[in-house]
T-cell receptor, first 115, second 117 residues
């Protein structure tokens, strides 16, 4: 149980375009979803926390207008990278936590490359 | 604020041998969770083991066990009978005990473990 999927697994886009990444909890209701960014051989950096039906809470230094997060249902959260630039290229990971669980469950990640 | 420190960036172990990965943390809380996560080349984060701070007994999961020293704020992971599939990046993580929706994980920098055949 407790499976989290992400789509797409890889995306390449041109500079200036927007990209949407989906995170879904497949077999449980995710009251909270977390979005992380990870550079090669580095740790996960928390970008924001989203609760279903409310605005996301962004970590210090993360531009909320740049990284739009929506958590419209208990099984889906989306991260939209707006006006992407090459420096936004990274590996983005989501995780989800549901009521009664003591741990977060991680998605497989999305590799974003901005040309 | 809580911090998690993994001071060794890399380690290597011979197949079938035992290796210990170190982690220290800093917190003013008395109750919390500690985790070890494995991230293989696929980059899927996999939970290896979890320890509740209020439990004195060290957690074990098959070949994986921890040495939890609460007073010293130390949480090391021992991998016994190392296998080639254990090669990965390992992250130590801390989470407050309260189960509020926004209880966040704090990760260490990670350690890359290689396994020599």
């Amino acid at each position: 149980g407790a499976v989290v999927s992400q789509h797409p697994s890889r995306v390449i886009c041109k500079s200036g375009t927007s990209v949407k990444i989906e995170c879904r909890s497949l077999d449980f209701q995710a009251t909270t979803m977390f979005w992380y960014r990870q550079f090669p051989k580095k740790s996960l950096m928390l970008m924001a926390t989203s609760n279903e039906g409310s605005k996301a809470t962004y970590e210090q230094g993360v531009e909320k207008d740049k990284f739009l997060i929506n958590h419209a249902s208990l099984t889906l959260s989306t991260l939209t990278v707006t006006s992407a630039h090459p420096e936004d290229s990274s590996f983005y990971i989501c995780s989800a936590k549901g009521t009664g669980y003591n741990e977060q469950f991680f998605g497989p990640g999305t590799r974003l490359t901005v040309l | 604020a809580q911090t998690v420190t993994q001071s060794q960036p890399e380690m290597s172990v011979q197949e079938a041998e035992t290796v210990t990965l170190s982690c220290t943390y800093d917190t003013s809380e008395s109750d919390y969770y500690l985790f070890w996560y494995k991230q293989p080349p696929s980059r899927q984060m996999i939970l290896v083991i979890r320890q509740e701070a209020y439990k004195q007994q060290n957690a074990t999961e098959n070949r994986f066990s921890v040495n939890f020293q609460k007073a010293a704020k130390s949480f090391s992971l021992k991998i016994s009978d190392s296998q080639l599939g254990d090669a990965a990046m390992y992250f130590c993580a801390y989470r407050p005990f309260y189960t509020g929706a926004n209880s966040k994980l704090t990760f260490g920098k990670g350690i890359t473990l290689s396994v020599r055949p």
